[in-house]
């Protein structure tokens, strides 16, 4: 059996029968099923991106989301299983699957203190799910940083987020940084001076 991937962990396999391989540098020609996955996986980021206009510094949580749902769904065609049921044994449960990048709703849950009137809930983004524990990944539009939460609802008839977003950096600026500023809170008179004003004719 050979292996194309440099990892520490992989150091023991010789003991168990296993012989290590590597690629030669820059020739993934050599390995072509990682490749073709890799690419299947960057075509299907690539529209869950477009689908919902959403920035492109964003392709991990992408390729994430898209690796996560192929798993769960993706039927392969001799074994007639999901990758999933291959690792685990048992069908996998894809009640939980959410719109891409569609508008959501997070629960406050006691994170702040609340006054009697502020709102329980902040707007955020849907953007996947979390690798460590059975939570969802959203971008929170008020704090303007990445959460996990499990006390989110979602509304997935609205995933054209870029309508009601303003992006104020690069495409290829990290997400850990301050990306979106919201636009739906403009006072009528902010909305006013955006509109163009009448010239007086000069005598």
């Given at each position: 059996m050979g292996v194309n991937f440099k990892m520490k962990d992989l150091k023991n396999c010789e003991k168990q029968g296993i012989k290590h391989n590597f690629s030669a540098p820059r020739?993934?020609?050599?390995?072509?099923?990682?490749?073709?996955?890799?690419?299947?996986?960057?075509?299907?980021?690539?529209?869950?991106?477009n689908a919902t206009?959403?920035?492109?510094?964003?392709?991990?949580?992408?390729?994430?989301?898209?690796?996560?749902?192929?798993?769960?769904v993706l039927i392969r065609p001799i074994l007639k299983r999901t990758p999933y049921e291959i690792f685990k044994?048992?069908?996998?449960?894809?009640?939980?699957?959410?719109?891409?990048?569609c508008k959501c709703f997070i629960l406050n849950n006691g994170k702040n203190n609340l006054g009697k009137f502020d709102p329980k809930a902040d707007e955020g983004i849907f953007l996947g799910?979390?690798?460590?524990?059975?939570?969802?990944?959203?971008?929170?539009?008020r704090t303007m940083?990445?959460?996990e939460s499990m006390h989110v609802a979602f509304d997935e008839t609205d995933h054209k987020v870029r309508e009601s977003i303003k992006i104020?950096?690069?495409?290829d600026e990290?997400?850990?940084?301050?990306?979106?500023?919201?636009?739906?809170g403009k006072s009528e008179k902010d909305n006013q001076s955006d509109e163009a004003q009448p010239i007086e004719p000069q005598d």
């Open positions: 020739t993934p020609q050599q390995n072509g099923v990682v490749e073709r996955k890799n690419r299947s996986l960057e075509e299907l980021a690539r529209t869950l991106l206009d959403l920035p492109k510094y964003l392709w991990a949580d992408a390729v994430s989301t898209a690796c996560y749902v192929l798993n769960r044994g048992r069908n996998p449960n894809i009640s939980h699957l959410k719109v891409f990048g799910y979390s690798l460590h524990s059975h939570a969802y990944r959203v971008y929170n539009r940083v990445v959460e104020t950096a690069d495409d990290p997400v850990n940084q301050k990306i979106v500023t919201d636009q739906l």
